[in-house]
């Protein structure tokens, strides 16, 4: 848990709030910044080929990232992991780092173990066990929509897939006191035991590639930077328990259309949902906060602020197309786009992506057995 | 956790110190005493048949028995449970309660789910797990050699039949805070998360019937009463998980050997191992505390004092021939058994026992999986 010392924004796995000054937020958690220098190196590895939200910067900090780069330079085993606390229908904010991680897998040839945290959202979050349940299920219909092959993303669910885990999590466990738990998470006394005992699970999927594999095969976690005190106490306890550290790269929050912090599912105006419609969607980025002038007139005359604008903001995490991107920046810049076209043009590309995205969804629902775990291990 | 006010016992689920003092012990657990009624009805129940151990009072205290009991009148479904900290080879006192509940468990049609902490040992105990687990399999001989029906014993083996229990013991879990836990355990800050956590998965098995059956199915359990911690706290919120509260009917403690409150797997001459040779089991009986007088010609004189002799407690939970064990105590108090002599007649007895259940633990080696739960469930 974070708190920022100004007080103007928190972070913790459960809770954002304030508006978040990444480079304060890197450094609090103690992670280091990406440098040009890593970017040129995994460019290099990825056959001079970048993912957009590397080159944008979305992703932005890690923690020995190095140590990936180099196992797979040397043709050695790693593996990925990310995961999801199932509760709701996701938005599209989710699937930006799942968006990375696959093209991580695909570049780098890893598979990916991928953690539905149903038991979380019952334990920490009052979810129905039944209701997390049911939505691991369907958000896994999302992962499996970006197009992963069966082989490489194994898909496990808390609550089925225990006996995966728990070998590993007691062996966690006994290296982490109540008191650790209590002031990493910021659970008190009042909390219920199974939160306090969660963060093993979350804990245990880092070290299960090396269990499953039978060798050594360290883990890269791309995830919101929010996760970084699991996987902060993972390091710590890793070398002692003989498994490798795992290594992370986080990203930063995705902020709500409404210029809030951070899209929320218990405000739907803030993000847009897989499951909204067409309309829905227009609604939602036509009200969107921009960076724009009052007027026409003054937008002509002045142009736009697209450091301000989350329309501008939703170009850069979910628009590949890096000289459309440039072109709506100067455009907005110089006074010739209006935030009404501006926001049309990215209306289209979200349509056009959600459209296909639920068809492959669709598609994926017969076969989200090939994807689990269980059916492999 | 009962400490008692003058100080002079305490009991925990992992410490027994003092020399205890049963009835106040259950007052303060707030268990009931067995009374004449209770037995007779059991005797009724049983065809007017009555375990030594309940005619003896070893079994002596419990929690809504007669909840089972008015149940098994009505031909109502429940079943039995019990379990084992699996770290050491047993001594014969561990067989004591099982013993019981196997007559339970044949006279009155009952299931027996039997767990195996395995994870609690590692936990709690520091025991390797792989030890604890290879232990969880050498004690399932000792229970299956009693002589068990593989239909009617389920033996659960935490670390390896996690999946059965961890939904359950994450409701459990949901419902106790960690405050709760601390208090009822002695657990600290300083503990680790996961002996904190075990106690939901011992609970867990008290619910798992109604589970399994898929109608309500409350357990009695038959056990130590150093394990009512427990088990108040699975009564506590039994109703609120919508499960039948468990009930419970509690044993003594066997004192050890050499006179000390309990027999410990620390101190070998506490105890009668079942690996023990003869010549152990001659040397540690021979060594034995009793209540007999100093020199010969007093015993004759005097007699001895039974109630104070740790031999012929041993006659009243491993003799199950009531003539016999009236007859000792009456040759004890006239002084007409030397302590000698007295001692030879009860090895003879345990020797006997030892090696036939010896020879039947051997014969369960080939077929223990008959007798897991996940054979069957």
């Known amino acids: 848990m974070v708190h920022n010392s100004s007080e103007t924004f928190m972070v913790t796995p459960w809770e954002v709030k304030g508006r ?186 880092a070290f299960l590639p090396t269990e499953l594999y039978g060798e050594e095969a360290p883990v890269l976690i791309p995830c919101g930077i929010d996760q970084d005190p699991y996987f902060r106490l993972a390091r710590d306890i890793a070398e002692e328990l003989r498994y490798p550290k795992p290594s992370t790269i986080y990203c930063k929050f995705i902020p709500a259309l409404t210029g809030e912090e951070k899209m929320s599912a218990s405000k739907p105006e803030t993000a847009i949902y897989i499951t909204d419609d067409d309309r829905d969607i227009k609604r939602k980025i036509m009200n969107a906060l921009t960076g724009g002038q009052p007027t026409k007139e003054l937008q002509k005359k002045f142009g736009g602020n697209p450091d301000k604008c989350i329309v501008y903001q939703y170009y850069v995490v979910f628009v590949e197309n890096d000289e459309l991107v440039s072109k709506i920046r100067n455009d907005c810049t110089n006074g010739s786009i209006l935030c009404g076209e501006c926001k049309l043009i990215l209306y289209e590309k979200i349509v056009k992506f959600l459209h296909e995205h639920r068809e492959k969804r669709e598609k994926a629902r017969d076969k989200i057995e090939e994807y689990r775990l269980s059916s492999k291990f």
Not at 21 to 47: C, H, P, W
Not at 164 to 184: E, F, G, N
């Open 20 to 205: 978040i000054d990444y480079l304060k937020l890197a450094e609090q958690f103690g992670v280091k910044l990406l440098t040009e220098d890593d970017i040129e190196e995994i460019r290099r590895l990825a056959n001079n080929n970048l993912h957009y939200l590397l080159r944008r910067r979305h992703f932005y900090a890690h923690r020995d990232l190095n140590v990936i780069i180099d196992r797979i330079r040397m043709g050695l085993k790693c593996a990925l992991y990310t995961g999801r606390g199932p509760s709701a229908d996701l938005h599209i904010g989710h699937l930006v780092p799942w968006i990375f991680t696959k093209w991580l897998s695909d570049v780098f040839d890893m598979e990916l173990f991928f953690e539905m945290t149903d038991d979380e959202k019952f334990l920490v979050k009052g979810v129905p066990l039944e209701e997390a349940n049911k939505y691991a299920y369907e958000n896994a219909l999302d992962v499996i929509a970006l197009g992963f092959n069966p082989k490489k993303l194994h898909i496990i669910i808390d609550t089925e897939d225990i006996k995966y885990l728990y070998k590993i999590a007691i062996r966690v466990a006994k290296k982490l006191t109540i008191s650790t738990v209590k002031h990493t998470f910021g659970f008190t006394d009042s909390s219920n035991i199974g939160s306090a005992f969660f963060p093993t699970l979350q804990i245990a999927v």
